[in-house]
């Protein structure tokens, strides 16, 4: 069936370059000759009926803003059966025969679910700083968040090295340790402790045991904020119980790294997915998130991309270590 009324909808935490990708994906779906419904407040909105007519001048100057102009919402009752029912029939009634998902792993979970069970065409655009979604080297909103990242450690380190402390400076990421072990990479810090790693071995341990800080008067740290690291807080009460001599101190970086205008990076990886999103459907692909591998665009069936876990890069963890002795 041909698709002739597109919608969108940003679903989930926000993530800067979410607007390029509405913009892109409103653009590319006009520019095709079809239809665009904005979506506000991710599946809720859906249900409410939140829904409106997108033209182009709907997402004139909005490249630049962090955030989503669309909104997102977390949402109950489209975990439920009644709710998805609700939310298909605000579609039909208003004519959207495809969707367009701007979101995380628990997005598209459900635009997953919401496909099979309607036999809707919808393609996932990775919208997360977390970077943890499989099958695609980077999500929208990684980039900016790790130069977030990385400005606010160099401000920190400034303190920690007049006071000779030891910082531990925690950083979102709940199951997925990308932004600090890049976050440390990049700002030069002494170690970070992340959860894919500490279910191997004691990071804490093995840190303060390879002669942590004999040449340094400061130390940085990143802390992925997860139930296995136990999280900054975490960290430094160990610490303070184990290695008393330390003076500890802890950051929590918080939603501070969410926020900010996208960097040319994460404008142009949204642009390019957007676009990519829109060229997906009217080829009659369905159920398919949008990555890039090695610098092309890829579609990777939702099935995979939900389900499995995106490795860390030890040569990563490698060249941390090297570079922090």
Do not use: W
Request: with cysteine; charged share 25%.
């Amino acid at each position: 069936m041909p698709i002739n009324c597109v919608g969108i909808l940003t679903s989930g935490g926000d993530a800067p370059g979410m607007n390029a990708a509405i913009r892109a994906v409103t653009r590319s779906a006009i520019y095709n000759g079809l239809r665009v419904k904005g979506i506000y407040r991710g599946y809720k909105g859906m249900i409410t009926d939140e829904i409106v007519e997108f033209k182009t001048q709907n997402v004139s100057n909005i490249i630049q803003r962090g955030g989503t102009i669309l909104k997102t919402a977390r949402c109950a009752e489209f975990k439920t059966p009644e709710g998805r029912k609700q939310a298909y029939d605000k579609l039909v009634e208003h004519g959207i025969d495809a969707l367009v998902v701007i979101g995380g792993d628990g997005s598209l979970t459900g635009a997953r679910i919401f496909a099979e069970e309607y036999n809707l065409p919808i393609v996932g655009l990775p919208g997360t700083i977390d970077n943890d979604l499989f099958g695609t080297d980077v999500t929208i909103g990684y980039d900016t968040a790790l130069n977030t990242i990385m400005e606010c450690v160099d401000k920190i380190r400034d303190t920690a090295t007049s006071h000779e402390r030891l910082f531990f400076i925690e950083v979102m990421g709940r199951d997925a340790g990308f932004l600090a072990l890049n976050g440390a990479i990049a700002s030069g810090a002494e170690a970070a402790i992340i959860p894919e790693i500490s279910l191997e071995k004691d990071q804490l341990a093995e840190m303060i045991e390879t002669g942590f800080r004999k040449s340094k008067n400061s130390s940085i740290v990143l802390v992925a904020e997860s139930d296995v690291t136990g999280g900054a807080m975490g960290v430094a009460e160990r610490v303070k119980k184990e290695y008393p001599q330390f003076d500890v101190r802890v950051s929590i970086l918080g939603h501070l790294q969410r926020g900010g205008s996208p960097s040319a990076q994460d404008r142009i990886l949204a642009t390019r997915m957007g676009v990519a999103a829109i060229d997906a459907l009217l080829d009659g692909q369905r159920n398919v998130m949008i990555g890039v591998q090695n610098d092309q665009i890829v579609n990777v069936p939702f099935s995979k991309a939900i389900k499995n876990d995106k490795p860390i890069n030890r040569d990563l963890l490698n060249a941390l270590r090297i570079s922090s002795i």
